[in-house]
């Protein structure tokens, strides 16, 4: 007889030595921070925003419920950019106040830290969903057309991609080419208990709520307000009811006691090869 399920599960990555961040020194930093910028994110469209190593920024909602889609990327180097496969890998599928974005490898470092999450007394609810997930990849052209066979423009794959063009000024596919999984703001979701698919439900976000990032090295953003709205029915068309989000950016009078700027991951990337071979021979 097998006996696997019962078997235990053991977390793929303990974080006990993961570097945490020191939250209550975070917020320290915050008291008084002065607004610098904002930017407004209009309707099933996305914008880009600067923000330099030790800046603040929140995306706040306004005007009624509505789920973002967040890109991020090194300010110098797009090649570097969130990854939010890792970061659910160390923090788990929803992320809150304390956890960190990672970049991708070969830098896999800290890129923001969530120092203020308004709906972070959601938690997990009764059918298992969540706030700010890094579950679902982002609504895109390509599976709307897979599945309908009608192409729509609005979705955030597309509203990010011409967001960084316009930015970058690079052409629009290779701007595209740049452009990743995200986290979703505000947006609740889940796996069903029974066939374990990816799962949206009304958004409890309400206007005046927001997440706070503190940016741990020099970062272009650029953030998706979905054509899904609340993302309580639908998405990729213009069916929901869908509001602009904001994104302000603040300087803080001093930095964190102790922080430092984000570094490189230490791993030598020689992948088992030395200059005389397998390193195993
Ligand atoms: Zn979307």
Redesign the pocket.
Known sequence: MRSRPEIPPVVCYPVETLPRPDLSAYRAATDGMQLAETVIVPPRDAACFEVKAGQVFRITSVEGPQ?G?LNLWNAHDLSERFYSGKTRALHGTHLTEGHQLWSSFPTLRPMATITRDTLNWYRFDADGGGIHDLIGT??DPYTHHLLSGQNYHY??HSNLTRALAAQTGLPLHEAEMHVHDVLNVFMCTGFTRDTQQYFMKASPVEPGDYIEFFAEMDLLGAL?A???GDCSAT?SSDAAKCYPLEVTIYDLQHMPEGWRPSHTNGYDRSHGISVFGDKRR
């Open positions: 789920v889609d982002r609504c979705c955030c998706s979905c054509p899904g998405h």
